[in-house]
């Protein structure tokens, strides 16, 4: 099993930057990609990006790239989500997901773990 906790999310207005963590433990050797997806109330939770977590390699949505990076760092088995240019549409719970296999893995159904999650709010 693998654990995963996000952190960092609040309240913003539109334009700020924040900086999102996701710590992961337990068996975290069998990771081989990690990602973010996040939930809009009342819709679909949708992927957001996603990083190879041995080869670094990165996939972003399009209604974010440009404006977010995806990260980690293996030896503190963390993975950060910098966002900038917050928009008042980036408002959402944003989870942290975490799946065994390689790939570009842009589907829920393709993860194995998740986080609880952690609320963004973008006033405008």
């Known amino acids: 099993q693998v654990q995963l906790v996000e952190s960092g999310g609040g309240l913003v207005q539109a334009g700020d930057s924040l900086r999102l963590s996701c710590a992961a433990s337990?068996?975290?050797?069998?990771?081989?990609?990690m990602a973010w997806f996040r939930q809009i109330s009342g819709k679909e939770r949708e992927f957001v990006a996603r990083?190879?977590?041995?080869?670094?390699?990165?996939y972003y949505a399009d209604s974010v790239k440009g404006r977010f990076t995806i990260s980690g760092d293996g030896a503190k088995n963390t993975m950060y989500l910098q966002m900038n240019i917050l928009k008042p549409e980036d408002t959402a719970v944003y989870y942290c997901a975490a799946s065994r296999t390689i790939g570009v893995r842009t589907m829920r159904n393709q993860y194995d773990y998740w986080g609880q999650g952690t609320k963004v709010t973008v006033s405008s």
């Open positions: 337990g068996r975290t050797f069998s990771t081989a990609t």
């Open positions: 990083i190879g977590w041995v080869d670094g390699n990165t």
